[in-house]
């Protein structure tokens, strides 16, 4: 198993910045995918992006495309969301996943680990 621990939520106004990161600790972080799902109030979880073990090829929703940038830090066991250009209709939960295979995933069922979710709050 491993443990997550996201950070770096917040209230920023549309058209402002942040930065996610999430911690992993426990089961070799460069040996699974990851990935960056949200939680909308009142809707489910949704897939945000998605890194393979050894980077590369990332993958985004459609509507984060352009202003979020996902990548990793195996030497440093991180994973990070840089969200650029945020929308009143990127408010949520952001949790961090882990996946136990080198294939990306998009749906929240193909993923073994997940931290506690931060909050992000974009105001208009």
């Known amino acids: 198993q491993v443990q997550l621990v996201e950070s770096g939520g917040g209230l920023v106004q549309a058209g402002g910045s942040l930065r996610l990161s999430c911690a992993a600790s426990?089961?070799?972080?460069?040996?699974?995918?990851m990935g960056w799902f949200r939680q909308p109030p009142g809707k489910e979880r949704q897939f945000v992006a998605a890194i393979p073990p050894l980077s590369g090829r990332t993958y985004y929703t459609d509507s984060v495309k352009g202003r979020f940038t996902i990548s990793r830090d195996n030497a440093k066991n991180t994973l990070y969301l840089q969200m650029s250009s945020l929308e009143p209709e990127d408010t949520a939960v952001y949790y961090c996943a882990a996946r136990r295979s080198h294939l990306v995933g998009t749906t929240p069922d193909l993923y073994d680990d997940w931290g506690q979710g931060t909050q992000v709050t974009v105001s208009s």
């Open positions: 426990g089961r070799t972080f460069s040996s699974d995918t």
